[in-house]
């Protein structure tokens, strides 16, 4: 069965400093993409990142960077520069090849920026 | 540009009433899908829509239905509300045939602002 797990319920993390979000994932399909969402508080879901499991390069885009190691079946998200505004919960998302109908979300991570 | 399109934005809802929400998806995009978000917890897939077909089905109690129309958008038709389903319900939409050439699955699914519904 496939599989999102993200260990950090909540984090804090200090305004201009960097963050590292976890996501691990379990699949045995070659072909999947990751994709990582934010949700502020007032409840919508915006789109951040997106990294293919053939893409030979991490993506970035802004202040935003996916580790990815494949062989290790991990996709965390870096912030650079955190921000207040980046207080939000951020979830982890999985599409694969051959169900790609539906995203597989972890269980989410708060953030919180402190001043 | 245009985004998704939710409606309502807030319901309540007493025990044993229907509701409907509505989805209007992004121009040209072909696949609708709806998410259930309860309190705290991550967004559980209900059902998918591609061309105006039902395409994937995931945790949709009985009580739900839902269906695509021939211009796209998309309503969610919940029944015998119970007080679990107060929830945020969120609608996505993406162009999947312009996702999914070379085995790569890039195109994301773009989400609406989420309806949320209490049911009291």
């Known amino acids: 069965a496939q599989k999102i797990t993200q260990t950090q319920p909540g984090m804090f993390v200090q305004e201009k400093e960097a963050v590292t979000l976890d996501c691990t994932y379990d699949?045995?399909?070659?072909?999947?993409?990751l994709f990582w969402y934010k949700q502020p508080s007032s409840g919508e879901m915006i789109f951040l990142i997106y990294q293919g499991s053939y893409d030979q390069q991490n993506a970035t885009e802004g202040r935003y960077s996916l580790n990815f190691q494949k062989a290790r079946k991990s996709a965390n998200l870096v912030i650079s520069a955190s921000q207040l505004g980046d207080s939000a919960m951020y979830f982890c998302a999985m599409r694969w090849k051959y169900n790609f109908n539906k995203f597989y979300f972890g269980s989410g991570t708060k953030l919180n920026v402190k001043p | 540009a245009a985004g998704v399109i939710q409606s309502p934005r807030h319901l309540i809802k007493e025990k044993r009433e229907t509701a409907t929400l509505k989805c209007y998806p992004i121009?040209?995009?072909?696949?609708v899908y709806w998410y259930q978000q309860g309190p705290g917890q991550d967004p559980q897939f209900l059902i998918s829509f591609y061309e105006k077909m039902q395409s994937d089905k995931g945790s949709i109690p009985d009580r739900f239905s839902a269906q695509q129309f021939s211009d796209y958008h998309s309503e969610l038709n919940m029944s015998s509300l119970e007080l679990g389903d107060s929830a945020l319900y969120f609608c996505?939409?993406?162009?999947?045939?312009?996702?999914?050439?070379?085995?790569?699955?890039?195109?994301?699914?773009?989400f609406g602002p989420g309806t949320r519904l209490t049911v009291l």
């Open positions: 121009p040209r995009h072909d696949t």
């Open positions: 996505a939409s993406s162009h999947e045939l312009a996702g999914t050439s070379g085995g790569t699955i890039y195109n994301e699914q773009f």
């Open positions: 699949t045995s399909d070659p072909s999947y993409g």
